[in-house]
């Protein structure tokens, strides 16, 4: 980290004007400590924002600028049936939130919201994503077995015929079979989301039980569908990642998959914990806040995110590496101890300065 030096911030009109390692005369000054680090607004592409549905709900403010996350994407927790309650909560927030439509009209209503094939229809996504364009940042498939009992692949043929439509990624929960693996990712394509990346299910993770990665992951991931890290209760594995690691199988995005269960008793807690994870994992820092900011911002087609840079919207994350050991626990209640961790200290959303909690 010894490249990372101090910086002046300009911002005006709620965009990055210039920035510089000169002083800097005029204007509104804020300053942070010496210690805190400054990146791009941290960007969390896997969450479950909106309040409505338990167990998967929370508030985007609390999931977000709270924690230093200053976009929260949710994953599918609306359908077309509510993704206007959700975009009425949106426009009242102080953090940025995107939405992937769940491809069941009713979300997570239920858990088996694919079980029912009348759910899905072309018309109810179709209108949403007319009526939020941008707002509406793909579609989302939850492919486990609990999820589509005994529709199995079909889901995710209607999503992939809706997505090809639309012209928009296909983000896809992998968990346990049926439907396998293989047969999820042989419908993905360029841009698509493979979320729960390191999930440590039997059968049905990326890697064989010998650890050589399966060929239908290394094919999909060769025609560009992304890796998402999509921790959530139940979907992320160290020894996993470890294995990723080893094999030189690297994930695109860090995400989390809160709400506010695994908020408040884990093993989530927030975004920092789960990035202060893989540098416990040996990542280097740089690495991982790109993964963080810069790689979703690309893979969610919002150039003006992810960067600071002139010209950049004004969201920015600032936050310190503090020397204590830190316990962390993964998804299958495995230990790694952290002698340090990142911890947030303020966020500027738009131009607008706000602590951390």
């Known amino acids: 980290m010894s490249n990372w030096r101090k910086k002046n911030i ?3 009109n709620s965009q990055i004007k210039q920035i510089s390692e000169k002083p800097i005369q005029g204007g509104e000054m804020i300053h942070v400590p010496e210690n805190v680090y400054v990146s791009p607004g941290w960007i969390d592409l896997h969450t479950h924002a909106f309040p409505k549905f338990q167990p998967y709900c929370s508030h985007p403010d ?14 599918g927790s609306s359908g077309a049936d509510t993704i206007h309650e959700l975009y009425d909560i949106a426009n009242e927030c ?17 858990r088996n919201e694919l079980a029912n094939l009348d759910d899905i229809s072309f018309e109810g996504i179709n209108e949403a994503c007319k009526k939020y364009p941008d707002f509406i940042v793909g579609m989302k498939a939850r492919m486990s077995a609990s999820v589509v009992g005994s529709n199995g692949i079909k889901p995710l043929e209607s999503a992939r015929e809706f997505s090809t439509r639309l012209h928009k990624p296909l983000m896809v929960h992998i968990g346990s079979a049926p439907p396998s693996l293989e047969d999820i990712v042989s419908l993905l394509k360029k841009g698509d989301i493979i979320t729960h990346c390191f999930h440590e299910k039997e059968g049905n993770n990326i890697f064989y039980d ?3 990665l399966k060929p239908a992951v290394e094919a999909a991931m060769n025609r560009g569908v992304y890796l998402d890290v999509g921790h959530g209760t139940s979907s992320f594995s160290f020894h996993m990642a470890r294995k990723a690691k080893e094999m030189d199988v690297f994930f695109d995005s860090i995400s989390t998959d809160i709400y506010d269960q695994n908020r408040k008793y884990g093993p989530v807690y927030n975004m920092a914990t789960t990035l202060t994870k893989f540098l416990a994992l040996g990542y280097d820092l740089k690495e991982v806040i790109r993964s963080v900011t810069e790689v979703p ?3 969610l087609h919002k150039p ?3 960067k600071l840079a002139p010209g950049k919207v004004a969201d920015l994350t600032f936050f310190t590496i503090e020397q204590a050991e830190t316990t962390l626990i993964d998804s299958v209640g495995n230990i790694l101890v952290s002698p340090v961790r990142i911890k947030p200290y303020a966020v500027i959303i738009g131009g607008e300065y706000y602590e951390c909690e």
């Open 10 to 12: 300009v911002i005006e």
């Open 62 to 75: 609390e999931i977000g600028y709270k924690t230093g996350v200053t976009t929260v994407v949710d994953a």
């Open 94 to 110: 102080i953090t940025n939130v995107l939405a992937f439509i769940n491809i069941s009209r009713i979300g997570l209503e239920v």
């Open 210 to 212: 010998g650890g050589i």
């Open 297 to 299: 911002a690309n893979i």
């Open 304 to 306: 003006i995110l992810g």
